[in-house]
């Protein structure tokens, strides 16, 4: 699985990494920026996107925004964001974001259980 991460905190861009990484059939390429990211999916779209909502520049959504036509069914986009918003969350429905992600102890787990598919396990954890 080709997986896009889009995250301007590099501390906090490896350990997701690394923690993702364990699973050999992820590949993740890296972005801090969603203007960087978005060069990249130009070419093609990866399997997942994993996107931080605060991003300087362009925001997570705006970048999700400006892709949205692209993305087919079987691509996953991960919005993930350090606060616990309910209209946050709403806001990312509204706009077509099928999976978000708190950052904070099971980042990890809620964002493996999309990966691989659980997400019944996983309901905004």
């Known amino acids: ?51 931080d909502y605060r991003l300087p520049g362009m925001s997570g959504i705006e970048l999700y925004e400006s892709i949205k036509p692209a993305i087919k069914d079987d691509h996953k986009v991960i919005m993930m964001s350090a606060l616990d918003d309910g209209n946050l969350v709403l806001s990312f429905i509204q706009k077509g974001v099928r999976d978000y992600v708190i950052k904070d102890e099971n980042v990890i787990e809620s964002l493996t259980a999309i990966l691989e598919g659980n997400d019944d396990d996983y309901l905004f954890n």
């Open 1 to 51: 699985m080709n997986i896009y991460l889009v995250e301007d905190d590099s501390i906090y861009a490896e350990f997701i990494r690394k923690s993702l990484g364990q699973n050999v059939g992820y590949k993740i390429s890296h972005f801090e920026t969603a203007e960087d990211a978005l060069k990249a999916i130009k070419s093609s779209i990866p399997d997942a996107l994993i996107v």
